[in-house]
T-cell receptor, first 118, second 114 residues
Framework: AQSVTQLGSHVSVSEGALVLLRCNYSSSVPPYLFWYVQYPNQGLQLLLK??????LVKGINGFEAEFKKSETSFHLTKPSAHMSDAAEYFCAVSAPGNYGGSQGNLIFGKGTKLSVKP | DVKVTQSSRYLVKRTGEKVFLECVQDMDHENMFWYRQDPGLGLRLIYFSYDVKMKEKGDIPEGYSVSREKKERFSLILESASTNQTSMYLC?????????????FGPGTRLTVT
């Protein structure tokens, strides 16, 4: 079975500082990995995803994440935080057979709220 | 652009009422999902469907049912609403193709049961 752990339910950074949101996963098969962002009172929006190929994945709004199989990690980074990055971020993993063999199911972490100080 | 719409952004219902939450997607996606989101608990899967008239239970199906009569529409039903079902409800859809598991989310319905 798959699982996702996000370290830190709240992260606070200063504007212009590095953003690092941690995600570790567990999967018995090669995983697909995702980062989603949720702004207040909105649904989730895909930031980036890793399926196969290049392990460094670039997403929208200057975010990127690196798939490290040996560390079972998929941490999200952004070199310089902006006030508009304040939101909740969710890491998710998917693999065939999460539920009775049905494809396309995602297992989500509990989320990390990012605050950006001026 | 994929669009997933939900019938209401905010809903207030009384205990014991039957509640319908509607979700429509316009991308001909095979898979559709209902989640509830609560602070500190993240997203929890209630039900999902990978084809018309097909449904599967997720992690927390108790107190809920679903209906999928058309490919684009997936309804969540609270048969007898209770206060512990006060939550944010998110609908999502995805393609059934193996290389594209990303899910597209609607804006959410914040349901309050009094």
């Amino acid at each position: 079975a798959q699982s996702v752990t996000q370290l830190g339910s709240h992260v606070s950074v200063s504007e212009g500082a590095l953003v690092l949101l941690r995600c570790n996963y567990s999967s018995s098969v090669p995983p697909y990995l995702f980062w989603y962002v949720q702004y207040p009172n909105q649904g989730l929006q895909l930031l980036l995803k890793y399926t196969t190929g290049a392990t460094l994945v670039k997403g929208i709004n200057g975010f990127e994440a690196e798939f490290k199989k040996s560390e079972t990690s998929f941490h999200l980074t952004k070199p310089s935080a902006h006030m508009s990055d304040a939101a909740e971020y969710f890491c998710a993993v998917s693999a065939p057979g999460n539920y009775g063999g049905s494809q396309g199911n995602l297992i989500f972490g509990k989320g990390t709220k990012l605050s950006v100080k001026p | 652009d994929v669009k997933v719409t939900q019938s209401s952004r905010y809903l207030v219902k009384r205990t014991g009422e039957k509640v319908f939450l509607e979700c429509v997607q316009d991308m001909d996606h095979e898979n559709m999902f209902w989640y509830r989101q609560d602070p500190g608990l993240g997203l929890r899967l209630i039900y999902f469907s990978y084809d018309v008239k097909m449904k599967e239970k997720g992690d927390i199906p108790e107190g809920y049912s679903v209906s999928r009569e058309k490919k684009e529409r997936f309804s969540l039903i609270l048969e007898s609403a209770s206060t512990n079902q006060t939550s944010m409800y998110l609908c999502a859809s995805s393609s059934g193709l193996a290389y594209s598991y990303e899910q597209y989310f609607g804006p959410g319905t914040r349901l309050t049961v009094t």
